[in-house]
């Protein structure tokens, strides 16, 4: 049957029904090819509306008994609404010979309209697509630190892309190819208005490629005021919220062009650095006496043993060696400084929040104008921050407590307040005991005379 007949028997359908409800004879064969593309149009957004339904309906019933990732995003992305809207151009552009001549202003509007509408419809659902597919590999627990919402945003700037020229091509009458070949007069245009796109493209595949930044890392960029954890990486930015809450995006490409620490490493280690020092007054570093040595045994278990260890290999003539490492590393007998420092080391080996797994060592770092600086040198077995915060602050009170035990004072800059108590003391006009703010050491009485 001639594609012809078909349209002209609907079309005649179509004047009686209108005739039947009242509308002149006359004035419906002059809208004839108005008419027929009414009826297009109708008959095509009609089956998909029908398809949409069909489609959706066996999506649900699918969900309702099991639950399936992909079809959820489908349904949250409105995924099968926006392939079912690309159904009306397919079926206008196909019946359009039916009611219009080619050579018709009329058919080349609608042809011209129906593509642009079709192709429109084809970016919302490509991005549609691409989301699903985005959320499906985000599932996946081998992808799941990877940027995989940066390179969902590249193909969807790809694929915009692509349909634009089309589209335009469209409207003009031209080759795609054509037009793309003529954009070279205005590339340098085109590089300035998508210049963070394509410097966001190039650091997206940096940035996957080196692995340099995963979602949830710790990162710290001091030029952009940048601490804290990566909550999201686009094809442009990259957002991290900062420790005291606050929200910094940055762009893509300066974690590639600037400096970035990234504190990954230390969460996927065994353990938390902790490098603190203070110094020591120089002038209250001496050597050991017997006296010294014995009344320190009593200090610590530990350290007692230490101490007589140390005093059998000075007596054999043992000296710290290849075959006999052990000794001068660990502190010495010999100054109150070294006692202390194995006493450091020993409080290190032995707190219940420290990593022995990994480097620990207590150390004198060069002399400066204030005094000896004494560095401790370990890692805290827990990583969360409040909680390393606090082994850490433990272990230097913990030490700063103890100096004065070793005959040790750290370096203190007085004050004024300092000044005029010291000159107070030592013109003998004031009773220390009516001074508040003296150090526990000053003021506890002495074994000999029980003086202070």
Not at 141 to 147: A, K, M
Request: aromatic share 10%; charged share 20%; net charge negative.
């Amino acid at each position: 049957m001639d594609k012809n007949v078909i349209a002209l028997t609907l079309l005649e359908w179509i004047k009686r029904f209108l005739s039947w409800i009242g509308i002149p004879r006359d004035m419906l064969d002059e809208l004839d090819e108005i008419l027929f593309l009414i009826l297009i149009v109708a008959i095509a957004f009609i089956l998909a509306a029908i398809v949409h339904s069909i489609t959706v309906h066996v999506i649900k019933r699918i969900l309702k008994h099991k639950e399936v990732p992909v079809l959820r995003s489908l349904v949250q992305y409105r995924v099968v609404r926006n392939l079912t809207a690309l159904i009306p151009p397919l079926i206008i552009s196909a019946l359009l010979p039916f009611a219009f001549d080619h050579k018709s202003g009329w058919y080349v509007i609608g042809e011209k309209s129906t593509w642009i509408y079709f192709f429109v419809v084809l970016i919302f659902s490509l991005n549609a697509i691409l989301n699903t597919v985005g959320d499906a590999l985000r599932s996946k627990e081998e992808l799941q630190n990877r940027p995989m919402k940066g390179f969902i945003q590249i193909f969807q700037v790809i694929f915009t892309f692509v349909i634009i020229v089309v589209i335009v091509s469209i409207l003009v009458g031209k080759s795609p190819f054509n037009l793309i070949t003529g954009l070279g007069a205005f590339a340098a245009i085109l590089l300035l208005v998508f210049r963070d796109a394509i410097l966001g493209l190039v650091a997206g595949v940096l940035i996957s490629q080196n692995d340099l930044v995963r979602l949830g890392d710790w990162i710290e960029m001091t030029d952009n005021n940048v601490n804290g954890i990566v909550t999201d990486i686009t094809l442009t930015i990259v957002k991290v919220q900062n420790f005291d809450n606050t929200i910094v995006s940055v762009p893509s490409y300066a974690l590639v062009s600037g400096s970035v620490i990234n504190w990954r490493g230390m969460s996927d280690s065994g353990g938390r650095r902790i490098m603190r020092e203070f110094a020591l007054k120089l002038d209250c570093i001496e050597p050991c006496t017997p006296e010294f040595l014995e009344k320190m045994k009593t200090f610590d278990p530990d350290l007692s043993k230490f101490i007589t260890e140390k005093q059998k290999q000075a007596a054999e003539g043992h000296v710290a060696n290849t075959e006999n490492p052990a000794g001068l590393v660990d502190g010495t007998i010999d100054t109150n400084a070294g006692l202390f420092r194995a006493y450091m080391a020993m409080y290190l080996n032995r707190h219940p929040f420290v990593n022995t797994d990994l480097l620990s060592m207590v150390r004198t770092l060069a002399p400066t104008e204030n005094g000896l600086p004494m560095q401790v040198y370990c890692f805290s077995s827990n990583k969360d921050w409040p909680r390393y915060e606090s082994i850490q602050s433990e272990i230097m009170e913990h030490f700063a407590s103890v100096l004065p035990v070793f005959g040790l004072y750290p370096y203190q800059r007085p004050d004024a307040r300092d000044v005029v108590v010291s000159g107070l003391l030592e013109s003998g006009k004031i009773d220390w005991t009516a001074v508040e703010g003296l150090p526990w050491h000053f003021v506890q009485p002495s074994e000999k005379d029980g003086k202070a």
